[in-house]
């Protein structure tokens, strides 16, 4: 029945079970918690808890989706359910502001296949950035040759598309953490963001602490 539905065709809404919807109620996150959703498709149980925190919502959020849409979807496909995510997100907690990241390279063949697929979506999910309350950043070239653009293997698991736990070390968390205290610091200019776009690669982003497990 759902599927005969035009408005469940257009992606403006979808279902999620039951056991998607006990995560958060379990989880019960609190202020000062921070929460990643490692299992986000396309985001739902991150805008559960982001429904159950309206009174108190969380600082900063941080959508990595769409990987598992750019073989199927086009690139307008794919924006349009991250417009919906960030425009739900943002009507349940306003304060909150959003940091959109930018698609990764995947698989072995990336260099002469997936940048068709994965490039158009990120140059349209910068669109959404207004450097105000949404932030977009990408790390595509850390986990990159430099020469060929091939990926560097040691921080992904042998299927070249989930990361190892050396690449959540040394990319993926130092990064978004680096990013998160950026978007909070209430001194830094849009024209600041702006600019770190501009080259995708900013390893001064990543913060002083030894420590980054706290993410």
């Known amino acids: 029945y759902l599927a005969e539905l035009q408005s469940f065709q257009n992606g403006d809404f979808y279902v999620q079970d039951i056991s998607s919807m006990l995560v958060s109620h379990i989880a019960q996150p609190k202020e000062g918690d921070y929460v990643i959703d490692v299992c986000a498709a396309p985001g739902g149980k991150s805008l559960h808890m982001a429904e159950m925190l309206k009174a108190n919502p969380p600082s900063v959020a941080v959508f990595f989706i769409g990987t598992n849409n750019s073989g199927g979807n086009t690139a307008d496909e794919i924006l349009y359910g991250m417009e919906n995510l960030v425009r739900t997100l943002r009507g349940y907690c306003p304060q909150t502001k959003v940091i959109v990241l ?82 909070q610091s209430p001194k830094l200019p849009a024209d600041f963001f702006r600019q770190i776009n501009l080259s995708f690669h900013t390893p001064d982003l990543r913060p002083p602490e030894k420590n980054h497990r706290q993410v």
Do not use: C, Q
């Not at 669109?127 to 850390?142: G, I, M, P, R």
């Not at 040394?170 to 978004?176: D, G, K, Y």
């Open 102 to 183: 930018g698609l990764a390279p995947r698989g072995l063949a990336f260099a002469r296949k997936a940048l068709r697929h994965i490039d158009p979506v990120n140059v349209r999910y910068r669109t959404l950035a207004d450097w105000k309350d949404v932030y977009y950043y990408e790390f595509s070239n850390d986990l990159m040759n430099p020469d060929d653009r091939a990926l560097k293997m040691d921080f992904y698991t042998n299927d070249a598309l989930h990361f190892s736990g050396k690449g959540y070390a040394e990319v993926i968390t130092p990064n978004v953490a680096g990013m998160i205290k950026l978007v």
